[in-house]
């Protein structure tokens, strides 16, 4: 059996990068993907511990983390196809009119 | 049903007259003045049975409250009303004048157009005032009825307040008398402190004040604030300045509030208190010294006074100050009187007398009022240098000022002439027991010569001589002013005899406790006491001085074979003239106190105010502001640079938590 730190230090790779890419890339829908990364990380974990634990609430947990994620892309897809028609651009370093 | 269960309605019915005033005034005659004129006529009405009712039961006081306020188990104020033999005397006087005076408006007041709507109402709100401060059931209730006549004479003193001066008194007058007040607030806290009550019912009981066990000295100085406050009401020196200036209301106002009713108020509160005032010989010592200075000091300045109206203002302030040496006379010698039954009884006279002089006073101080208003009706001025030789054209005007100025000299046998007397031996009484009250006593019967003097000299100046320019319009008031001058000559020529009724009377009525609380029985005075009267040598002494002052009157300005001038000019008397017609130039140490002391004190709590107080809010706000201005600089619109910190904090935080040992 693969021992459980493979999986998690999978986890916590994937992560830091997903953060990298919301941190770091002005555009939007990288970002949205890099959270993607982010949130898939943590399904992982959820199997992994659901798997390791015999707890069938884990895996649960995933499935309607998966289905939230569906609908948040499609939202922000949504959002994000707005401020290309409004504003012309996508480009976060640019869209900063929410501020002082 | 008794009539006492009526009094409730005393103070609500001038109101009740107030109120159809405010809105029907404009449309009925006289500004809605017969409404008020009914509604303290009814309320006089009820007043006088009520009284009646009293002065004919078993003499059991009657005292009716119920909870106002409470707040919790020891913290209750009630209200109600408390009627025994003093609030009957009060009733009737008060009652009486009122109701004289308002109907007497009804013809001073004509030709004021608008404005009359605005004096009555005010004039209602001061009866409801005046007549509920007489009923009130314990001093709070009293404070609230005190401060409403305050207020109804600062309106009224400033009747006119087009005129800068009736502004300027109106303004003096509740400076001045808020001194007083505010003591008067101090005292009623002190008490309420020292014994948890404020009913009078409760403070007037022997038992009660005994398990109080209240200290002495706490005692007198809660005293001493309510006598503050009747200093400040009652014009007693050093608070005395405003009563002078507030003449310049109408002269209805003076005759109603500043010299019959309001100011009396003061003298009322010190009687009223006096089951606890005759714990403390102290303060009633300080009330003696405080009238009798100021019976001289007021009198003094009424002598070369041009305005009918200020003599009559300094007359009033001497007066008062005669009740208060009586009272405070008696007062004592009932404190002092231990086993001696004898002082005791000589201390209730003092305590009857001054409250005597406060009825006889009110009568012939309002008649002679109301009679100068009616000149000042007819000569449209008050000074009595432009008056004289009137008594051909104001034939009833110039009788009732006689009598009105003989009964305040003090001539057998008008009304001022029983109770002055008795107060002047109350005070000679009193120096048996402390011989300061001889001096007290010589300051009395040098007042009673001066007072008699300024009488006449008023009313010499006015009625006789030849006539001046000023008097060859003048004629004689109208009936609705006439009647009530009348009317109140028959008392103030008669209410002196209430203290001869034989088995009853005043001296039945008006009982002071002694130190343990027991009624002091009035002795019953009749002809028999007359008679002792005429034999001692000082009620001769007082007639004499009486008639001394009225003969140098008469021949300084009837005869005119004194000439005042030379007075007025000589190199030694000017300057005392001066100082006299300045009033000790009392109204300038009050303005130089007012500008130097309290402008300066003002001063620099502005300085505390803008520097200090504005400085720390300024300084405050200032900070923030600058704190704001660089912290939105965060606020920049870049969700990456948020994510960043939240990221950046995030791993802080667990790296934190991990060196401290939280994650395990």
Request: glycine share 10%; proline share 3%.
């Amino acid at each position: 059996m693969i021992p459980q730190e493979y999986f998690l230090v999978l986890a916590a790779i994937l992560f830091i990068i997903g953060a990298f890419g919301v941190l770091t890339r002005k555009n939007a829908i990288v970002v949205l993907m890099s959270i993607e990364i982010m949130l898939n990380a943590a399904n992982i974990n959820f199997v992994t511990f659901a798997a390791y634990r015999h707890d069938i609430a884990g895996q649960v947990f995933a499935l309607f983390s998966i289905a939230i994620a569906a609908a948040e892309v499609a939202v922000g897809l949504a959002i994000l196809l707005n401020l290309q028609k409004q504003s012309d651009t996508i480009e976060l370093n640019e869209l900063k009119i929410l501020r002082w | 049903m008794a009539f006492a269960d009526l009094t409730w309605l005393i103070p609500v019915l001038p109101i009740v007259g107030l109120l159809l005033a405010a809105a029907l005034g404009k449309k009925t005659p006289e500004g809605g003045g017969y409404f008020v004129v009914g509604g303290i006529a009814v309320s006089c009405l009820i007043s006088l049975l009520v009284a009646f009712e009293f002065l004919t039961g078993n003499g059991q006081v009657i005292s009716v409250s119920q909870t106002w306020i409470q707040l919790n188990d020891s913290l209750k104020f009630e209200i109600g009303y408390y009627i025994d033999g003093l609030t009957a005397l009060m009733l009737i006087v008060v009652s009486i004048l009122c109701t004289v005076i308002v109907i007497y408006s009804l013809g001073y007041m004509r030709e004021e157009g608008d404005r009359k709507r605005r004096y009555y109402i005010e004039i209602a709100l001061f009866v409801t005032g005046m007549l509920g401060l007489v009923v009130a059931s314990n001093y709070l209730e009293m404070f609230i009825f005190w401060e409403i006549v305050g207020l109804c004479s600062y309106l009224l003193i400033g009747f006119w307040y087009h005129k800068p001066s009736a502004a300027k008194a109106a303004k003096k007058a509740f400076l001045v008398t808020r001194i007083g007040d505010i003591m008067f607030m101090i005292g009623i806290i002190t008490l309420f402190a020292s014994f948890g009550s404020l009913n009078f019912r409760d403070l007037f009981d022997p038992t009660f004040f005994e398990q109080a066990h209240v200290d002495s000295g706490m005692l007198a100085f809660g005293l001493f604030c309510l006598f503050g406050g009747s200093m400040g009401k009652s014009a007693q020196f050093p608070l005395h300045d405003w009563l002078p200036d507030a003449m310049e209301g109408p002269t209805t106002v003076s005759a109603l509030i500043h010299a019959a009713t309001m100011v009396k108020a003061g003298v009322f509160l010190v009687a009223r208190s006096f089951p606890l005032m005759v714990h403390s010989p102290d303060v009633l010592l300080v009330v003696a010294a405080i009238g009798g200075f100021t019976a001289l000091y007021a009198a003094t300045m009424a002598l070369n006074n041009p305005n009918i109206k200020r003599v009559l203002a300094y007359s009033t302030i001497s007066q008062l100050g005669y009740m208060f040496l009586a009272l405070g006379a008696g007062g004592y010698m009932i404190a002092t009187a231990g086993n001696n039954e004898g002082i005791a009884e000589l201390g209730n006279a003092g305590y009857m007398a001054g409250m005597f002089h406060l009825m006889n006073h009110a009568f012939f101080k309002a008649l002679l009022f109301l009679g100068a208003g009616a000149v000042i009706h007819a000569v449209h001025t008050e000074d009595m240098r432009l008056m004289g030789g009137l008594s051909k054209k104001m034939k009833i005007t110039s009788i009732v000022m006689l009598i009105g100025a003989l009964s305040i000299a003090g001539v057998p046998p008008l009304s001022g002439f029983w109770s002055k007397d008795e107060v002047l031996a109350s005070a000679w009484n009193a120096g048996a027991v402390n011989s300061g009250f001889y001096l007290l006593y010589l300051f009395g019967v040098v007042t009673a010569f001066l007072t008699a003097f300024y009488m006449f000299r008023l009313w010499f100046m006015t009625f006789s001589g030849e006539q001046k320019e000023a008097a060859h319009h003048a004629h004689e008031a109208s009936k609705v002013m006439v009647v009530p001058l009348m009317f109140l000559a028959v008392f103030a020529f008669a209410s002196g005899f209430v203290l001869l009724v034989p088995d009853g009377g005043l001296p039945a009525v008006i009982n002071a406790v002694n130190v343990e609380g027991h009624l002091i029985p009035g002795e019953t005075l009749g002809l028999g006491w007359v008679e002792k009267l005429f034999t001692e040598w000082q009620t001769w002494l007082s007639i004499a001085v009486a008639l001394l002052g009225i003969s140098i009157a008469y021949l300084a300005y009837y005869r005119k074979s004194i000439s005042m001038d030379r007075f007025a000019n000589g190199w030694a008397s000017k300057p005392v003239y001066n100082l006299l017609l300045n009033r000790y130039y009392f109204p300038q140490g009050y303005d130089a106190f007012g500008s130097k002391v309290v402008y300066g004190f003002s001063l620099f709590i502005d300085w505390i105010d803008t520097k200090v107080i504005d400085g720390t809010v300024n300084g405050i706000s200032f900070v923030t502001v600058r704190w704001g201005a660089l912290l939105r600089r965060a606020q920049n619109g870049l969700v990456q640079s948020y994510a960043t910190v939240i990221v950046a904090a995030l791993s802080a935080l667990i790296v934190l938590l991990y060196i401290i040992g939280g994650l395990r």
